[in-house]
């Protein structure tokens, strides 16, 4: 949900800030957890997972996820000047429909939502990795 | 089952190793033995009432009446464990299967005489009523405060103001006395099958009821409000689709009362009466709903305003799926259910 935001609703609307640094920051910490990710899907599926790919699943999201977040962030923020001068997306009153939308607004919500859900899903992956890596290692240790 | 059982002796003699976690309620005194010189044989149940998570005995009662309701059961059962009072009690045959109705009666439950039921704590329960009450006291008071323009809302210059549109005070009458009409219903006319809800109900229905509220509002009662494209032509024929649909609305939940006693939980298959806006059920099961629906496309057509589309849209999405549910148990519950009648939209839905 939030790569389709970021990718279609901030980074190509506003084409000022593709060529950010925030940008890159984002592409490849997406990038590398997806490969990751879609590796462990494909290889549990199989019945076949080295440990590799599920020790780099659960770990390396803890460097991966505040560099992605971080990059997610600093885009938003380089596009607000350009959303504000633009008014792009916004629809303001007076109009037939007496409807009104400020993406600007709209923007820095989004900004001020990753407080409460970034920490919920950070520490949900470092639970289930306690979880999960533990668990083979009771394996390993009993075979 | 006919063999007459009881347990002599038990009351008195708990094994010591029992903990007060796990402590036994009996209900009466079994010591006495009942043998062959008693007149007449009656056959009492005993209930066990396990947690359906853990499987933990909670609770034992002894003595049960075989006509004891399952209403009366969970009161035995609040009298061991307060905290779990009867509206949050949901009793079940199976750990998963579904709760038992309050009316049910022992004996007609396929249980032996020893019934083992199964406890799932239902949270905290709020009434019907209030809920209902707060969600649409919320709606009536909110947008009189956009209606008004009290301060901090619009631009100062525009506090405590009055719009120079017609249809703005025509739209503030109609919200209001909507929401008028529901308090009033809520505490005249309806008759709730059940008496309680999930507390957090509370705060989701008034989340939701007060902010489009609030949203809606906002726009109608704005400085800056575009009146409706077609003028007078398009708020008249609004107002009579609202009004029309108010009475229809009304008339539906006046049939509804009149088919259940006070007190009782009876269902029935309503039916059209002399009151022609009641003449809707020949086409659909809760007409109600469709009448909810239309009034809220009247107020949107009154007022042409994209928020009130959007809550009227989503009214329908959520009363569309509450009619599905009732035509279903409808059909579930009749054989004889008129087929002509769709859920909510004739023909359609």
């Known amino acids: 949900m939030s790569r389709v935001f970021l990718t279609w609703a901030v980074t190509h609307s506003v084409k000022e800030v593709q060529t950010e640094d925030s940008v890159l920051l984002f592409v490849v910490a997406w990038t590398i957890t997806e490969i990751i990710r879609y590796s462990f899907y494909t290889f549990s599926l199989l019945n076949h997972l080295p440990y590799l790919i599920k020790w780099a699943r659960y770990t390396l999201f803890i460097i991966l996820y505040p560099m992605g977040v971080s990059g997610e962030l600093l885009t938003i923020y380089a596009a607000l000047p350009f959303v504000r001068q633009s008014g792009l997306y916004s629809i303001s009153l007076p109009n037939k429909y007496n409807f009104s939308f400020d993406y600007y607004t709209f923007l820095i919500l989004v900004m001020i939502s990753y407080i409460p859900l970034f920490p919920q899903l950070y520490f949900h992956m470092l639970r289930q990795r306690r979880k999960v890596l533990s668990h083979t290692e009771e394996h390993k240790k009993s075979e | ?349």
Not at chain 2, 52 to 59: F, Q, V
Not at chain 2, 119 to 142: K, N
Not at chain 2, 228 to 246: I, N, R, S, T, W
Not at chain 2, 318 to 323: D, S
């Open chain 2, 1 to 349: 089952p006919g063999a007459i059982r009881f347990r002599a002796g038990e009351a008195s003699a708990l094994p010591a190793s029992v903990s007060p976690r796990r402590r036994w309620w009996h209900g009466g005194d079994s010591a006495a033995p009942r043998g062959g010189g008693a007149k007449k044989a009656v056959l009492f149940f005993e209930v066990e009432i396990l947690d359906a998570k853990t499987r933990e005995k909670l609770c034992f009662l002894d003595k049960v009446e075989p006509q004891a309701t399952i209403a009366e059961i969970k009161n035995l059962f609040t009298k061991t464990h307060p905290q779990w009072y009867p509206a949050r009690q949901s009793l079940r045959l199976e750990p998963k299967g579904r709760s038992l109705k309050d009316e049910d009666v022992l004996q007609s439950l396929p249980v032996g005489t020893t019934a083992t039921f199964y406890f799932r704590d239902l949270g905290a329960q709020i009434s019907w009523v209030t809920v209902f009450l707060t969600e649409y006291a919320g709606p009536l008071l909110i947008y009189l405060l956009f209606y008004f323009r009290v301060p901090f809302l619009y631009g100062p210059r525009y506090d405590f103001t009055a719009s120079r549109h017609a249809v703005v005070h025509l739209a503030c009458a109609c919200h209001s006395f909507h929401y008028i009409k529901r308090l009033l219903e809520t505490l005249f006319v309806h008759r709730f099958s059940h008496g309680t809800m999930p507390l957090r109900n509370i705060f989701k229905n008034c989340t939701y009821y007060w902010g489009f509220a609030a949203w809606m509002a906002y726009y109608i009662n704005h400085p800056l409000y575009t009146p409706p494209a077609y003028g007078d032509e398009q708020v008249k024929l609004a107002l009579a689709v609202f009004l029309f649909c108010q009475l229809g609305n009304f008339s539906i939940h006046v049939a509804l009362r009149n088919l259940r006693p006070a007190g009782s939980k009876t269902r029935k298959i309503p039916y059209p009466t002399r009151n022609p806006f009641t003449w809707l059920f020949l086409l659909v099961s809760c007409p109600n709903y469709t009448y909810e629906v239309g009034s809220w496309i009247g107020f949107t057509i009154m007022t042409q305003c994209l928020p009130v589309a959007l809550f009227s849209l989503v009214g329908f999405v959520q009363m569309a799926i509450w009619a599905q549910g009732k035509h279903r148990s409808y059909l579930r519950e009749f054989r004889d259910y008129p087929p002509l009648r769709s859920p909510i939209v004739p023909f359609l839905l």
